[in-house]
């Protein structure tokens, strides 16, 4: 659950995984870039042509839902791959990344909007 479970203990679990298969070998940044890419791809496909009402009916869906649910762990499985071997430590990647944007979208200009930070003023 995610409740109970660390982004290290995460890492450390796909990192053993793949260690014990001897995958290390090919988990490139390249190749990490490019499956986790393939990987988001994949979990885009059922939403494909889908208004909002529909893509939401898919989640709703239990056979549709636990594809899309397979799909996304595979993006985050990528990712935390990525992290391992480019030794990223995302909890302080994503507060930084978290703090620029806050900066970028203050809630006076934001909220509300949906348009890129370059065009709030």
């Known amino acids: ?6 982004l290290a203990e ?6 053993r995984f793949g ?5 290390l070998r090919y988990h490139s ?6 499956a986790l890419a393939a990987e988001a791809g994949e979990l885009m496909e059922p939403f494909l042509w889908t208004d ?14 636990r594809a899309i649910e397979h799909e996304l762990a595979d ?4 990712a935390l791959q990525f ?12 507060t930084a990344k978290m703090e620029i944007n806050a900066a970028r979208y ?3 200009k934001a909220r509300g909007r949906a348009d890129k930070y370059d065009r709030l003023d």
Not at 29 to 34: C, F, R, S, V
Not at 83 to 94: G, H, P, S
């Open 10 to 15: 995460l890492k450390e679990r796909i990192r």
């Open 29 to 34: 940044p390249k190749n990490l870039a490019m």
């Open 75 to 78: 993006v985050l499985i990528y």
């Open 83 to 94: 992290a391992n071997r480019a030794e990223i430590d995302l909890a302080t990647a994503i």
């Open 52 to 65: 909002a009402d529909a893509s939401a009916a898919l989640l709703a869906d239990p056979e549709q839902r």
């Open 1 to 6: 659950m995610d409740s109970a479970t660390t």
């Open 106 to 108: 203050p809630v006076a």
């Open 19 to 23: 260690q014990e298969r001897d995958w």
